[in-house]
C-alpha cells in the first residue's frame, strides 16, 4: 500500500515502531484522538509534534510531510533539514510585517520545516484563503514565500504575494510589453479576475513553493531561485 498522505505515512510509521495511537500521542506531546485525526488526515500536526515523531521514527519531518526524500534521517551525507523551521503567518501579520526578523516569535503559532534544502534564509509560508486561485491553489494550501525580491526582480508569470495599505492578496503577476503590470487571479471564474498594479502596491514577497498539507503532496515548485 502507498503512503500517499500525511496520514498514512505517519500510521505506517507508527505501525513499523509497534505503537499505539496513545503510545504516539504522548510521544507528540498530544492526545490520543489527535492522533486518530491525523491518521485519517483531518488536520496536520504542529512543529514541534512533527519535530518529536521525526526523532521518533529517525525520519525527516519533510518526509512526513511531503513524502519526498529519503524516509531516512541521515541519507547520502546530507544534512537532515529537521531543525529548520519557517514561521506560518497569518495574512494579517503578512500585511503588516517590515521583514520577518521584526515579527516577535511569541506571536508566531506555527513553525514547518522548508521543503528543499535549497529555500532561502527568511522564507515564511501562508495558508491559502478563498478560490481566487482554485483549482490550481485550494484553501488551506501552504504556500512558501521568499520576501528578499524587489519589483525589478520579478517576471511575467511569477506568482507573488502583494499588499495595498495592509490588505495583502496572492496573485499572478501579468507584465505587458509596455511595462504596465496587473495582478490576475488563477480561477478564470473569479471577479475581478484582473486588476492593476497599482503605485502604491506593495511587493511581499514570491511564491517559490507549496505543498497540500491534508495530502502533503507538493503542489508546485514555482520558481527555481
Not at 498530544?30 to 521525526?54: H, I
Not at 531543525?83 to 526578523?101: D, F, H, I, R
Request: hydrophobic share 40%.
Amino acid at each position: 500500500m502507498k503512503n500517499e498522505t500525511i496520514g498514512q505515512r505517519i500510521r505506517a510509521l507508527r505501525r513499523s515502531k509497534k505503537l499505539t495511537q496513545m503510545q504516539l500521542a504522548k510521544i507528540a506531546g498530544v492526545s490520543s484522538p489527535a492522533v486518530t485525526e491525523w491518521e485519517k488526515d483531518s488536520y496536520l500536526p504542529k512543529a514541534a509534534s512533527l519535530e518529536a515523531m521525526a526523532n521518533e521514527f529517525g525520519v525527516t519531518t519533510e518526509f512526513i510531510l511531503t513524502g519526498k526524500g529519503s524516509s531516512s534521517k541521515y541519507d547520502n551525507n546530507v544534512a537532515p533539514i529537521i531543525g529548520k523551521l519557517l514561521p506560518v503567518l497569518s495574512w494579517v501579520q503578512a500585511g503588516e510585517m517590515t521583514s520577518v526578523e521584526a515579527i516577535d516569535p511569541s506571536e508566531i503559532s506555527e513553525w514547518l520545516p522548508p521543503l528543499s534544502t535549497d529555500d532561502p534564509d527568511g522564507c515564511f509560508y501562508l495558508k491559502v484563503v478563498g478560490v481566487s486561485n482554485y483549482p490550481a491553489y485550494m484553501e488551506g494550501d501552504c504556500i512558501l514565500v521568499n520576501p528578499k525580491f524587489q519589483v525589478c526582480d520579478l517576471l511575467s508569470g511569477d506568482l507573488i504575494v502583494v499588499r495595498n495599505n495592509t490588505d495583502a492578496t496572492f496573485k499572478k503577476l501579468v507584465i505587458e510589453s509596455d511595462d504596465r503590470k496587473y495582478l490576475q487571479a488563477l480561477n478564470p471564474n473569479f471577479h475581478p479576475n484582473i486588476i492593476e498594479f497599482e503605485e502604491d502596491t506593495e511587493l511581499v514577497g514570491l511564491v517559490i513553493d507549496a505543498f497540500r498539507p491534508l495530502g502533503g503532496s507538493r503542489v508546485n515548485r514555482t520558481r527555481k531561485i
